[in-house]
Structures are given as structure tokens and as C-alpha cells.
């Protein structure tokens, strides 16, 4: 029996469904129009650096920066995320954290790899999961980024890590000003495996980034561990006025 004719099959015993209201969709793990439609994707200008996205409309150059980049605060190599955190993007990123709705996690995967569409990453050798605290992922059962990050690894045909940084658990921060969120994760984040960070590109992976002080610490202990290089993507991002 071959493939399409298996697929075929299962089609109709599992007929394609939107993950994330249940109308029907031509291929598994896609999203129906209207679902995709109300969610607001980065698919305009955006920083060269950081990704952030700027007014559509404007003819702004590839290499051009948003503030922050070009104020030099801003020390990961890049960054690129698929859509913007809002109320849309929400109805999919609070079901897949907490309410165990990882199927989600195929359609996010594919949204991530088209937003790195203007990178070059045929020099990151690992993709690696934002970690998370132990006591945290006992209590969930999965870590959401590590689902992201593993069809991304297998698209770049590079290896996926989970295991050579650990997390110390801390309460959740609510919502804080960016120098609060930096202050509290600050020390959360250790090298177990330096061996396998010495000399590498690392692509880290999350599934939202909200300050940016996440990729930052991890990238901190990352660099100190040798790392070559650390850039990073989320499915979301929030976008405030700069
Ligand atoms: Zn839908
Ligand atoms: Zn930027």
C-alpha cells in the first residue's frame, strides 16, 4: 500500500479538522481560513535584527532597525517570530501551555519556520528549547517549546537539545516592567552540558517572547559556555509601541 493511499484512509476516519475551531480543512495540522485569517501574522516589514514589525505600508529597507536594535540593547544575532500576541493568537497559545492542547503544536511549528523565510540558517547546528524548571514541566507534563522546537530541528536537519541547560524554578512575575522580568530571570538558567554548547550556532526556541529577557539570560549563559553564536524564534511576540 502506498503512503497517499494510507492517508487517504485515514482522512476519512480522521477527517482534517482546524485545531482550533473544528471546521474543516484540506491538509491535517492547518488552520481554516477565518481562524487564519484573524490572527495577526508578521508578514510585513520588520527589523532586520529583532523582527519587530513596523507600520505595513512604509517602504522601509531590508537592513533597516527598530529602536531598541539600533540602540545596541539588543545582543542575541536575530530574532524572528510568526505573529503578534493578541487576542487571537491567544485563543491557540493558552490552550497549548495549560490546557494540554498540543496538537496545536503543528501548525505553530510550520508558522515559525516561514517567519525565518528572510534568515540564513544554514549555519545554526542545534535547536534548543527555551528550558523549563522541573517542577514546572511535572505539573504540565510537556514543555510546549520543546514540541515547537522539534519539527523545526528536523526542517533544518539539524539536532534538537533539551538537555544541556536546566532551569531553576521561580514564581510566576505577573506583569512587570522589563527590568523587573530581567532582574527575575537572572541566574535561573545553567550550563549542564558544556561539551555539546563549545563552537556551536544555537537557534533557541519559545513560545511567546514578551520582554525578550528570556533569550537574553539564555543567551548570556550560553556565550559564557562558549557558544558561537545564539539567535532566536517564538510563535508570538508582544509588540508594543516603540
Ligand atoms: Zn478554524
Ligand atoms: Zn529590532
Redesign the pocket.
Known amino acids: 500500500m502506498n503512503k497517499n493511499f494510507i492517508r487517504k484512509i485515514l482522512d476519512f476516519i480522521y477527517p482534517p479538522a482546524?485545531p482550533?475551531?473544528n471546521?474543516g480543512v484540506s491538509h491535517h495540522g492547518e488552520?481554516?481560513v477565518?481562524?487564519w485569517t484573524a490572527i495577526n501574522w508578521i508578514d510585513g516589514p520588520h527589523c532586520a535584527r529583532c523582527g519587530y514589525p513596523f507600520v505595513p505600508g512604509y517602504d522601509f529597507d531590508d537592513d533597516v532597525l527598530c529602536p531598541v536594535c539600533a540602540a545596541g540593547k539588543n545582543e542575541l544575532d536575530w530574532i524572528r517570530s510568526a505573529c503578534v500576541y493578541d487576542d487571537a493568537s491567544k485563543q491557540a497559545m493558552l490552550p497549548f501551555k495549560h490546557a494540554g492542547k498540543i496538537k496545536y503544536y503543528k501548525f505553530m511549528a510550520n508558522a515559525m519556520i516561514w517567519a525565518l523565510r528572510d534568515i540564513d540558517v544554514s549555519n545554526i547546528d542545534i535547536v534548543m528549547p527555551v528550558p523549563l524548571a522541573w517542577r514546572r514541566l511535572f505539573h504540565r507534563g510537556y514543555n510546549q517549546s520543546t514540541l515547537l522546537a522539534r519539527p523545526i530541528a528536523r526542517a533544518m536537519g539539524v539536532k534538537l537539545d533539551y538537555d544541556s541547560v536546566r532551569r531553576k524554578y521561580r514564581p510566576d512575575m505577573g506583569h512587570k516592567t522589563s527590568a523587573q522580568r530581567a532582574e527575575n530571570i537572572r541566574g535561573v538558567f545553567t550550563v549542564v552540558r558544556p561539551d555539546k554548547i563549545r563552537g556551536k550556532h544555537i537557534l533557541l526556541v519559545d513560545d511567546v517572547m514578551t520582554s525578550g529577557a528570556t533569550f537574553s539570560e539564555l543567551r548570556r549563559v550560553l556565550i559564557r559556555a562558549g557558544a558561537a553564536s545564539v539567535s532566536g524564534v517564538s510563535f508570538c511576540r508582544v509588540v508594543r509601541a516603540l
Open positions: 482546524c482550533l475551531c471546521a488552520l481554516c477565518d481562524c
